[in-house]
């Protein structure tokens, strides 16, 4: 008889545990998230910012990848969505900057990798920066996992 109590009560547990994991998983693919992408690159000489030639790869609301040309030194953004959880970012940016001034040159990068999950404020997930005097490409990647 007691053997039977405590085997009802493993039972029961086990399946309140279950329920809990899948409601999360539930939660996770009724949310809707966006992408907020926000780079930029510039050549800094003797303390001065100066644009510079540089394309942007990223992927977009379709899950598919896109390539577009910039040259100025402001801070650029895109966003992208709806996403679901568990796809996956990334962005990538290339410079072709080559110092032949003999070192006196650099071009900076910067990329980072906003979400926003539910209409919430964008919050930053990854980021990335990079100081090159040539041609150089600076790349991240994000799964959606919150």
Known sequence: MM???????????????CNKDTKETQAEVASEY?????????IIQYGKAYS????????????????RKYKTVDEEELICGPFKYGDKMSISLKH???????????????????????????A???SESSSS?????????YVIDY
């Open 52 to 67: 510079t030639d540089y394309s942007v790869t990223f992927i977009d609301s379709d899950l598919q990848e896109q390539t």
């Open 34 to 42: 966006y992408v907020k992408y926000v780079f930029s690159c510039k």
């Open 124 to 126: 930053l997930r990854k």
């Open 96 to 122: 072709y900057y080559s110092d032949n001034a003999g070192g006196s040159s650099t071009a900076q990068t910067l990329l980072d990798v906003y979400v926003s999950k539910n209409n919430s404020p964008f």
């Open 3 to 17: 053997k039977r109590i405590m085997y009802l009560c493993v039972l029961a547990l086990s399946l309140v545990g």
């Open 133 to 141: 005097q040539r041609p150089n490409t600076t790349s991240l990647e």
